[in-house]
Every structure is written in structure tokens, then in C-alpha cells.
């Protein structure tokens, strides 16, 4: 199981895939998110350890949601799961008591598939995921060496079934003949309840550690969701979104770098039990805001 300070490393080890921004380093910490609300157009959420730890909505979220709302503030949900079809990852906000409408959710599987291309692509997803919104000839991926040699790229949704015979045989055929591998979820880690479960980000990494270059990951802190966000928010300026999460080198990163200003909620996910000031100081990535749970 690997621990905050090990995924802290790797992120840092990554970082020059990343996109880059200057953060002032200043924080000030506060109580709860109707402090700044003044000061915010748009609230911007991550969703694993900030709304949810796994199937498990943390508490007063859904609260926190609907008191922003009444104070005039719209909400985004801006999540790197890509493991469902809008409409499943809809359903489960529902299920956790989040009210979410459609237009408020931007997910990284919704930019991944902007950038597809016609061709027939070997495709990585969850078992329960039915692949309803791929619009392109694809193949399911598994353990049949000849599959991975058959398409013209890959796309990775889901690491849920993933294994090492999976990886080994995905990185062979691509040494062999490199591909597009389209990365619809870049973080490494996601925070659950009994630990972190392993990522596509963490795949795509490795694979991209072999000098493959046409690895392409969507998602936190690639700015085709930032593009997505905007494009859902027009007229208002980037100072007034306000991006809440729990990782650095996700949701604080690709937020300043944007130019929105930044809240790292500390509790429930990548840092639960840590002192965030020794890694925004070890990084060089401070939000401007930091405070326990929304």
C-alpha cells in the first residue's frame, strides 16, 4: 500500500509532464468556505476527498453545497474518475445525496473522448462500464497478446481491472509500434476508505518513463478540462473560481496555473494526517486558501 510521502515523490518525480505556475506563499487557513465567498464567482470541486472518500460522502458536503448555492455562487464538479458514462458518474453524486445537475459536472473522461480519431482503439475500463459514449470502432483489452498488436491506439479509462500482465503486454506492443494512449484519468492515487487505490496516471507514467512519447493524459492539471470549466462559465473571469481539493500537484497546480485561485481541503484525502505546510514548501505549490473539510 503505498503511503502520502511515496505518491508525494512520484508526483514530484512527474512534475516536468506538468503544466507549471507560480503560487505566492502565502496561505491562510480558514474555517469553512462561506469565508470567501464573497470573493468567488464559481466553486470548482474535486470530488475523491473533498465530497467523497469512496462510495462514502463526507460529512456536511452536501450541506456545504446547497449554502453556497443559496449565497449566489455556482458550483462545478471537476473530477478525474473516468470510470463512468456521464450519466453513472451522475447517479453516483445522486446516490451520495450530492444534487448535482448535468451542466455542473466536467469530468476527464469528457475531454478524453473530444480528442478521439477515427481508427479502432483497444480500450481499458471497467467491467461494468458499457462504453456507451465511445463513438469510434474499439476493442476491449485483456490478456490476449494479439489484441494490443490489432489497434491503432489505447485508451485508458479504468485501472479497476488492470493488472501487471496487462501492463507488460501494453508496453510491449507499444515498443514494438508506438501508438496514441489516450490517459483519461492522470492521478497517480484516489483516496478510499481503506487507503489509495492505484490510478491510470500511475500506468500512463510508467509507460511514459520508457520513453514512449505519445502518451496524452486528460484530466487535473491538463487544462482540457480547464477549457471544458470555462467554456460552461462564460464572462466570468478566472480570478472568481475557486478550485477546492485535496492534492497538490492535481487540483492546486492546474488551477493556478489557470489563473483561478485555489483551496486545499487537508482531512479526508491525500494529506488526511499530514502537515501540508512541509510539502507546499518542499513543491512550490501553495494554494491560497487551506482548511479541513469544505
Same mark, same amino acid.
Given at each position: 500500500m503505498l503511503?502520502?510521502p511515496?505518491?508525494?515523490?512520484?508526483?514530484?518525480e512527474?512534475?516536468?509532464?506538468m503544466?507549471?505556475?507560480? @503560487?505566492?506563499?502565502?496561505?491562510?487557513?480558514?474555517?469553512d468556505?462561506?469565508?470567501?465567498?464573497?470573493? #468567488?464567482?464559481?466553486?470548482?470541486?474535486d470530488?475523491? *476527498?473533498?465530497?467523497n472518500?469512496?462510495e462514502?460522502?463526507? +460529512? *456536511?458536503?452536501?450541506?456545504?453545497?446547497?449554502?453556497?448555492?443559496?449565497?449566489? @455562487? +455556482?458550483?462545478?464538479?471537476?473530477?478525474?474518475?473516468?470510470?463512468y458514462?456521464?450519466?453513472g458518474?451522475?447517479a453516483?453524486?445522486?446516490?451520495?445525496?450530492?444534487?448535482?445537475?448535468?451542466?455542473?459536472?466536467?469530468?476527464?473522461?469528457d475531454a #478524453?473522448?473530444?480528442?478521439?480519431?477515427?481508427?479502432?482503439?483497444?480500450?481499458?475500463? #471497467?467491467?461494468?462500464? !458499457?462504453?456507451?459514449?465511445l463513438?469510434?470502432?474499439?476493442?476491449?483489452?485483456?490478456?490476449?497478446?494479439q489484441?494490443?498488436?490489432?489497434?491503432?491506439?489505447?485508451?485508458?479509462?479504468?485501472?479497476?481491472?488492470?493488472?501487471?500482465?496487462g501492463?507488460?503486454?501494453?508496453?510491449?506492443?507499444?515498443?514494438?509500434?508506438?501508438?496514441?494512449?489516450?490517459?483519461?484519468?492522470?492521478?497517480?492515487v484516489a483516496p478510499?476508505?481503506? *487507503?489509495?487505490?492505484?490510478?491510470?496516471? !500511475?500506468? *500512463?507514467?510508467?509507460? #511514459?518513463? &520508457?520513453?514512449? +512519447?505519445?502518451?496524452r493524459?486528460f484530466?487535473?492539471?491538463?487544462?482540457?478540462?480547464?477549457?471544458?470549466?470555462?467554456?460552461s462559465?462564460?464572462?466570468?473571469?478566472? !480570478?472568481?473560481?475557486?478550485? @477546492?481539493g485535496?492534492?497538490?500537484?492535481?487540483?492546486?497546480?492546474?488551477?493556478?496555473?489557470?489563473?483561478?485561485?485555489?483551496?486545499?481541503?487537508?482531512?479526508?484525502?491525500?494529506?488526511?494526517?499530514?502537515?501540508? +505546510?512541509?510539502? &507546499?514548501?518542499?513543491?512550490?505549490?501553495?494554494?491560497?486558501?487551506?482548511?479541513?473539510?469544505?
Open positions: 503511503t502520502t511515496e505518491i508525494f515523490r512520484r508526483y514530484e512527474v512534475r516536468s509532464r503544466p507549471q505556475a507560480q @503560487c505566492s506563499s502565502s496561505i491562510r487557513d480558514i474555517d468556505l462561506t469565508e470567501i465567498a464573497e470573493q #468567488a464567482e464559481v466553486f470548482v470541486f470530488a475523491f *476527498g473533498v465530497l472518500v469512496g462514502t460522502l463526507i +460529512k *456536511g458536503a452536501d450541506l456545504r453545497l446547497r449554502e453556497l448555492r443559496s449565497l449566489g @455562487c +455556482k458550483i462545478r464538479i471537476l473530477t478525474n474518475a473516468a470510470s458514462e456521464r450519466s458518474t451522475i453516483k453524486f445522486s446516490k451520495l445525496g450530492i444534487e448535482i445537475e448535468d451542466d455542473e459536472i466536467i469530468t476527464s473522461r #478524453a473522448l473530444l480528442v478521439l480519431t477515427s481508427g479502432f482503439w483497444g480500450v481499458i475500463a #471497467a467491467t461494468e462500464d !458499457h462504453l456507451s459514449d463513438e469510434v470502432d474499439y476493442l476491449r483489452l485483456g490478456h490476449q497478446p489484441d494490443y498488436d490489432l489497434v491503432d491506439g489505447f485508451l485508458f479509462l479504468s485501472s479497476s481491472i488492470w493488472t501487471d500482465v501492463q507488460e503486454l501494453l508496453k510491449r506492443s507499444l515498443l514494438k509500434n508506438d501508438r496514441p494512449v489516450i490517459v483519461a484519468n492522470p492521478d497517480l478510499r476508505d481503506n *487507503g489509495f487505490s492505484i490510478e491510470p496516471g !500511475h500506468f *500512463g507514467h510508467l509507460l #511514459a518513463d &520508457c520513453g514512449l +512519447k505519445n502518451i493524459f484530466g487535473k492539471p491538463f487544462p482540457e478540462v480547464y477549457d471544458l470549466v470555462e467554456a462559465l462564460p464572462s466570468i473571469p478566472s !480570478h472568481k473560481i475557486v478550485m @477546492c485535496d492534492t497538490l500537484h492535481t487540483d492546486i497546480l492546474g488551477a493556478a496555473a489557470r489563473g483561478w485561485q485555489t483551496v486545499l481541503v487537508t482531512q479526508d484525502g491525500l494529506f488526511s494526517g499530514y502537515d501540508t +505546510k512541509k510539502y &507546499c514548501f518542499e513543491s512550490s505549490i501553495y494554494p491560497n486558501w487551506r482548511l479541513a473539510r469544505i
